[in-house]
């Protein structure tokens, strides 16, 4: 037996948009109407993208009755050798984590998020063994407390992060490279980040933080192209992708997939 992987398969669970969009969460944003069918077209070129760039997309049945089931990052984490089922901060969000114990079962051990602890997946960033995790309205001490006695005997460092003005961590900070984040500072302290690289969104883009790293490629809305102006002055490659409705409901393109390595872990 060698310790070799296989070649990467890089999965990406996705569920469309449903008409029941115009009804989601809103936090920080005022509600302004969705145009639906460009909500559905929007994420199935984002799916192609996702597709284009080396994902096999596992689909989850849509779900007309859950207005945020889209947006699939907060219903769970996936690591290298465990997936965990997270416990969305708002009650009406949490059905949508239903069918992912038996979707993630194929690939991992499935650990989860139990009450009184919430945890929305956008509220977790990943930079090697190092996990960040935004303290915002959707995660609690008790889902961060969970987290870190799933993730610490594996090996990962767990830091909470405060987080001042937006919904969740991914809405300030995401790595647009192994070792490079893309930083709103008005929501977040990059001090917490020292270690890491750092590109600073425009200052007329707060919400061009939100980036989705892909096989060396970062899907980025197009919404947001003085902030693409920097990342591909830093020599980041770039995919801007129209996210404009999507938007409308407070996401960003990291919250409408979750990509994950389909091969066995490696042998430690
Ligand atoms: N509409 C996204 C959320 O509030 O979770």
Known sequence: MTNERLPQTIVAVTRQPSASLARCELLHLPRREIDYAQARRQH???EDELSDLGCVLLRLPPAAELPDAVFVEDTCLVLDDLAIVARPGVPSRRPETEPLAGLLGAFRPVAFIE???TLDGGDVVRLGNRVFVGLSSRTNGAGLEQLAAHL???GYTVHPVSLNGCLHLKT????VSPDTLLVNRSWVAAEAFAAARTIDVHPDEPFGANALLVNGTV???????????RLEGSGIRVRPVEFSELEKAEAGVTCCCVLFDAG???RR
């Open 172 to 175: 300030a900070l995401t790595a």
């Open 219 to 229: 899907l980025h809305s197009a919404s947001h192209p003085r902030t693409r102006e």
């Open 152 to 154: 610490v005997p594996r």
């Open 44 to 46: 199935s070129r984002y």
């Open 115 to 117: 009450a009184p602890g």
């Open 264 to 266: 066995l872990p490696p």
